[in-house]
Structures are given as structure tokens and as C-alpha cells.
């Protein structure tokens, strides 16, 4: 294991707080994160101030706590390795609530023309355009199923799935793809989460399932409760 991943969890949260404390937790978190926007000067801390106001049945709580964060900023310091940091069109099946586009957006090293956030859920495309305001025509959220895209007409210069753990069989999306077409894609050994239908035992376990005809990052994180794994490469 590389030591650069021990970063990744490193001051997380050394206090728990109970999930419902306090009756008023979205006003008080609305001018805690407008107050830290002002701050840094951040978008994306920006755009969750207004996601919480605007989306206050959001589990935007959940798409943005520690766990999340990092296996996303592990996501974008191996891609910026592997691939540079220059994109036409990115897209991220899967999307939620559009987090990894705002991080990428936000994140210096990138420059990227346009991303699309791509989700069966019909209820999160607002969400995500919420916090993705600051993209302007620069992102879309775009309510689809995955199976049924056109990747060919499409053609993207990189597509994402963090989510493989919940594709019943990784390998027919995958078949979709154009040759040659470039991943990240990233699963887990969270078997014992309901929503997990199709989870890696190992990372060796992954990359045979994904079978990708190049590689150019395969690795792994652990966390508490879990390892995710992550690829990089072509199909």
C-alpha cells in the first residue's frame, strides 16, 4: 500500500455528534457553510450553503461526509496522475447530487470543458444543479438510466462510475462502452449495506471483473468499515 493513502484519513472527525441534534440543524448549517464560502472564497462551500437552504430533504449530509470526501479526493489526485488534468466532456453515471463534478470544478489542476452528471433519480438533477451553480453551462444534470446511453454519439473523454458496488453486472454496462473509451471506475467490499448488490472481494477480484484492456491505476483505500477500490484505464 502506498503511504500517500494514509493521507486520506487523516483529521477526520475526532467528535461525534448525534445525527438530529439541535431542531434547528439546517438554518444553523446554512450560515455555518454561507459564513466559511464568504471565508475561503469557495464555490463549492457556496453551493452547499444553498443546497442546504434550497434542498432541505437533501441527504446532502451524507453525499458529503468524510468517507465520501475522501475516496473522492483520491479519485482526483490519481486521475490528475494518470491523465493529466485537461478534459473536454466528463461524464459521472451515478451522479447523486453532483459532488465529484464540484470538486473537480473547484480543483485547480483541472480544466475541463463541460461535466455531466448522469442519474436514474429524477429528485437529485435539482440538487445537483444547485450546487453546481457556478459551472453555469459549464455542468448539466441529466436524469437517465445508464444502460439506455448513447456512449458512441456521446463520447465522452472520460466516463466515472464510483458507484459499481450497485450495477448488477459491471461487465454488460461496460460492453456499452466504446473501445477505447476511458474509466475510473471505482467499488467496495461493503457487503453487508442492502444497496450493495455487486461488490468486490479484493481489488484482484475487481479488476477481473471489470477486465479493462489497459490499466493505468489500480489501488485501494480502506476505511473503517470497508476498502474501496478504484481503476483507471480503457475498456
Excluded at 1 to 24: C, F, H, W
Excluded at 27 to 38: P, W
Excluded at 141 to 168: F, K, Q
Amino acid at each position: 500500500m502506498s503511504p500517500e493513502i494514509q493521507t486520506y484519513k487523516t483529521n477526520m472527525m475526532d467528535v461525534t455528534q448525534p445525527r438530529n441534534a439541535g431542531l434547528d440543524w439546517h438554518e444553523q448549517a446554512f450560515d455555518l457553510t454561507r459564513g466559511i464560502a464568504a471565508y475561503v472564497n469557495c464555490p463549492l462551500v457556496a453551493g452547499l450553503a444553498r443546497v442546504i437552504t434550497k434542498h432541505p430533504k437533501a441527504d446532502i449530509a451524507n453525499a458529503f461526509n468524510h468517507k465520501q470526501v475522501a475516496c473522492k479526493m483520491w479519485a482526483l489526485d490519481r486521475l490528475f496522475e494518470c491523465c493529466g488534468g485537461r478534459f473536454g466532456r466528463i461524464w459521472v453515471l451515478g451522479g447523486w447530487y453532483g459532488v465529484l463534478p464540484a470538486m473537480l470544478f473547484n480543483d485547480a489542476r483541472f480544466d475541463i470543458a463541460a461535466v455531466d452528471s448522469i442519474d436514474i433519480d429524477p429528485e437529485v438533477a435539482a440538487v445537483a444543479r444547485t450546487l453546481n451553480r457556478e459551472a453555469g453551462d459549464r455542468f448539466r444534470a441529466l436524469t437517465a438510466d445508464m444502460y439506455a446511453l448513447d456512449y458512441t454519439a456521446g463520447r465522452p473523454d472520460l466516463m466515472v462510475n464510483t458507484s459499481c458496488e450497485h450495477i448488477a453486472d459491471l461487465r454488460a454496462w461496460l460492453a456499452l462502452l466504446p473501445r477505447g473509451a476511458n474509466v475510473l471506475l471505482q467499488s467496495n467490499d461493503y457487503f453487508s449495506e442492502p444497496t450493495h448488490i455487486n461488490c468486490a472481494a479484493s481489488l484482484a477480484a475487481f479488476e477481473a471483473m471489470a477486465a479493462l484492456r489497459e490499466v493505468r491505476f489500480s489501488g485501494e483505500l480502506p476505511t473503517k468499515n470497508y476498502t474501496r477500490f478504484m481503476l483507471i484505464g480503457t475498456v
